[in-house]
Nanobody
Framework: QVQLVESGGGLVQPGGSLRLSCAAS????????MGWYRQAPGKQRELVAN???????VYADSVKGRFFISRDNAKNTLYLQMNSLKPDDTAVYYC?????????WGQGTQVTVSS
């Protein structure tokens, strides 16, 4: 069983920064594909960024140059550094991991960008 717990969301003004964290527990493989997704009201869940050991991270075009994904395998923790935030970044952000062909999701953390 795999569990993911996100933290770090909140309310931030446009142009501000936040760092999300995702703590993973259970049967975690250090080379598993991990990523961040987001879902805004009335919209489908979309990929923000993902990362796997040995390959360059993948980013959605809308966040390239502003968001940065990283992982600490020793701590089984995934991060998302979000800079230059815009109102369009407002959404619930979800952590995801693919283990043995199965997707696992966290409960989500709300990010609101507003003045």
């Amino acid at each position: 069983q795999v569990q993911l717990v996100e933290s770090g969301g909140g309310l931030v003004q446009p142009g501000g920064s936040l760092r999300l964290s995702c703590a993973a527990s259970g049967r975690i493989f250090s080379n598993a594909l991990m990523g961040w997704y987001r879902q805004a009201p009335g919209k489908q869940r979309e990929l923000v960024a993902n990362i796997i050991n040995g390959l360059m991270p993948v980013y959605a075009d809308s966040v390239k140059g502003r968001f940065f994904i990283s992982r600490d395998n020793a701590k089984n923790t995934l991060y998302l550094q979000m800079n230059s935030l815009k109102p369009d970044d407002t959404a619930v952000y979800y952590c995801n991991i693919l283990v043995a062909g199965r997707d696992y999701w966290g409960q989500g953390t709300q990010v609101t960008v507003s003045s």
